[in-house]
Nanobody
């Protein structure tokens, strides 16, 4: 059974930083894709960033490019999201997702339970 477990969320002031982690178990995703999504209250889930397994291709949403960095440690089957220069509009539940390859939109097979990120102004 595949499990994705996020950690690292919390409450920080605007301009601060957080690092999210997502550890996968039950299957290795070293050659697959891992991604981050987020969902703010009253809004739809949106793509944040993704990284492929084979070539390490990275994708970012325009709203986070230059502030967030996605990375992965295949030995640990873990993906990270370093978030800098955080803004109140980054407040959301952040979800980790994984699949055998990069997917369009939110069509990833495996999902974590989410971790809350709250940015105070």
């Amino acid at each position: 059974q595949v499990q994705l477990v996020e950690s690292g969320g919390g409450l920080v002031e605007a301009g601060g930083s957080l690092r999210l982690s997502c550890a996968a178990s039950g299957r290795t995703f070293s050659s697959g894709a891992m991604a981050w999504f987020r969902q703010a209250p009253g809004k739809e889930r949106e793509f944040v960033a993704a990284v492929s397994g084979t070539r390490g291709r990275v994708l970012y949403a325009d709203s986070v490019r230059g502030r967030f960095t996605i990375s992965r440690d295949n030995a640990k089957n873990t993906v990270y999201l370093q978030m800098n220069s955080l803004k109140p509009e980054d407040t959301a539940v952040y979800y980790c997702a994984a699949d055998s390859m990069l997917r369009l939109g939110s069509a990833y097979e495996y999902w974590g339970q989410g971790t809350q990120v709250t940015i105070s102004s």
